[in-house]
């Protein structure tokens, strides 16, 4: 995908029902795991910086940890090298537009084991991507 | 609910009857069993899902509230009598299964849509829809924001300039946007046997369980 495709679908914002879509209450994919929502793989959070700081940030995090990367114009996976508990950890993250300024960021496991991603999101995930996540005004004052 | 069912357990319908009307095979179905045992009995165990059972199973909280979620019950609770009994359970959740067309998804997709049941998607619905997602998930977007996104999704949606999306408009849309479809296919429905080995298969004697793993 050459350049300008890039900068066009990045600037493709979501429509309502793609919005509506990402709605938990319409996810029943918790009936069938065995653990509850809140110990769930799945990272979400918001940001108003450009997807490309969020694609770079994950690229940092990758080289640091030693995890391979593999990018298209929303989507980031990083794989690690080892082969853990059920084979090698991999991560996906997706990013949607909700307006050219304003992006949510789903983060979930792709392959490997639970354990080892929950750990990876906490220790290594989590705070790479702190400074970057956009907190509702009643932390954060900054408006979207 | 408050009052009491005297209809008893549920009828099990027949395994492979509903594995006709469905994407799922007699296995399938015999796994889902165990599944909806376990949703239907976590509250009271009546041999049906009540809206709380249905909330617990979701978000791990009987009591949380949603807009989605009560869709969801609606639509699987075809009796309309309050509660999910399996041959319900199984023909809804078959819409979700990765084999079923894309039609019946687009199909179902309108009525979850269609709050009031007018048989239209009007603005005021995908704005109450998209408030609710933002409002579940703590994401704050100024109104403007809000009327601008309904405003882009009606211009490409609304062919007929009519203010509201009816289900031919909608079947045009999400062909064209086969992403909005997205939480209607659970990948896990394809291989339910070998995915969840965990649900077990009962032999006729109650205590005696026969583990697969």
Known sequence: MNQSELKVKQSETLNAFHIISLSEGFDLSPLFEEKKREEKEELRFATTKPASSVISKLEDLAKSVKFSVRKSESRVRLEGSERGRKGKLSIEAEIFAMTPSFLVVEVKKDGGDTLEYNQFCSKELRPALKDICWTSPAENPTPA | ?213
């Open chain 2, 1 to 213: 609910m408050g009052c009491v069912w005297t209809k008893g357990q549920s009828r099990r319908e027949d395994p492979s009857v509903i594995a006709d009307q469905t994407c799922f095979s007699v296995k399938d179905i015999e796994a889902l069993y165990e599944l909806f045992r376990k949703l239907s009995s976590s509250i009271i165990d009546d041999g049906f899902i009540s809206k709380e059972e249905f909330q617990l199973g979701l978000f791990g909280n009987s009591k949380k509230q949603s807009l989605f979620a009560d869709r969801i019950f609606d639509m699987f609770d075809f009796k309309h009598d309050g509660v999910i009994e399996f041959g319900e359970f199984i023909k809804s959740l078959s819409i979700f299964h990765p084999s079923t067309p894309q039609s019946e998804k687009i199909a179902f997709a309108f009525q979850l849509y269609d709050l009031r049941q007018t048989n239209y998607i009007g603005r005021d619905e995908v704005k109450e829809m998209v408030m609710a997602m933002l409002n579940e998930s703590d994401l704050i977007l100024s109104d403007e924001t809000v009327q601008a996104i309904i405003d882009k999704t009606f211009e490409e949606a609304d062919l007929k300039g009519d203010g509201k999306i009816d289900m031919e408009e909608w079947k045009e849309f999400a062909t064209r946007n086969p992403t909005v479809l997205k939480n209607l296919t659970i990948p896990y429905l394809k291989d339910i046997t070998t995915t969840f080995p965990s649900f077990v298969l009962r032999s006729e004697v109650e205590d005696e369980i026969y583990v697969f793993s």
